[in-house]
């Protein structure tokens, strides 16, 4: 079993910046993608961002394309989720997801096994 945490959500201005930060417990992070997605009312859960294991391979959806960063710290059992230059359109809650396989880095969300509770982010003025 595999438990996801999410943080680092919260209010910013358009063109501003956040990190996430996606904690995970057990054994199997280290051979697990990690990926990121968000929902926002309303709408249907999207992706946004997975690496793979090794954190080698990474796929974004093309609305965060050369905004969004996803990264990982093995050593932390930790993902993370660094945005910029931020839009209202990215308001959402945020949630990270793990699968446990090493190769892989799905990109849709019956890829993945476990999921975090989800952390908001809300850009505005």
């Known amino acids: 079993q595999v438990q996801l945490v999410e943080s680092g959500g919260g209010l910013v201005q358009p063109g501003g910046s956040l990190r996430l930060s996606c904690a995970a417990s057990?054994?199997?992070?280290?051979?697990?993608?990690m990926g990121w997605f968000r929902q926002a009312p309303g709408k249907e859960r999207e992706f946004v961002a997975a690496a793979s294991a090794s954190g080698g391979r990474t796929n974004y959806a093309d609305s965060v394309k050369g905004r969004f960063t996803i990264s990982r710290d093995n050593a932390k059992n930790t993902v993370y989720l660094q945005m910029n230059s931020l839009k209202p359109e990215d308001t959402s809650v945020y949630y990270c997801a793990a699968k446990a396989a090493p190769l892989t880095v799905p990109m849709t969300a019956r890829g993945y096994d476990y999921w975090g509770q989800g952390t908001q982010v809300t850009v505005s003025s």
């Open positions: 057990g054994r199997t992070f280290s051979s697990s993608a």
